[in-house]
């Protein structure tokens, strides 16, 4: 009596386990888990969104866009340094646009943080093309800086090198 009680018991505890364990595995079905990147994090925060439309706007010749996603004390270190967004519009922008319209530009990493209202967007990209009769293909880095200004967010400070 004992040992059909144990073996019963027993019985019950298995056919309870792989139960559970079988509609665990259906529970799930056929999706796809992602495997998080640790070379590009944050891409789905507003910031980011702001970082991408801007560099969006630089490809497309899209001056408008592009000085949209500025803040108007904007600070911009690329070989030079432009100490607003109408500074940056009136001088190197529409150069910058023209050379990204001959490069291919392709993500290396990304990581974008929000602090409060800052965050900052580090990132690298191959860059290759060819412009003014020169084959270029090199690593630049980048890191932006942008804060909230009404709700919205603006690029305070870019700083691009290669």
Request: hydrophobic share 45%; net charge negative; proline share 2%.
């Amino acid at each position: 009596m004992l040992i059909n009680t144990v073996r019963n018991t027993l019985i019950a505890s298995a056919v309870i386990f792989c139960a559970s364990f079988s509609l665990n595995i259906y529970a799930h079905g056929n999706e796809v888990h992602e495997t998080k990147d640790p070379m590009f994090v944050g891409l789905e925060l507003a910031p980011a969104k702001t970082v991408s439309a801007f560099h969006q706007a630089l490809k497309q010749g899209d001056q408008a866009a592009a000085r949209a996603t500025l803040a108007d004390d904007v600070l911009i270190f690329e070989g030079g340094v432009e100490r607003s967004a109408d500074e940056y519009a009136n001088h190197h922008m529409l150069t910058d646009m023209k050379f990204l319209a001959q490069m291919n530009s392709t993500p290396l990493e990304q990581q974008v943080y929000v602090l409060g209202d800052l965050a900052y967007s580090v990132a690298r990209n191959r860059t290759q093309g060819e412009y003014k009769d020169k084959t270029l293909d090199y690593i630049g880095f980048e890191t932006i800086v942008l804060k909230k200004v009404d709700a919205l967010w603006k690029i305070a400070h870019i700083h691009w090198s290669k």
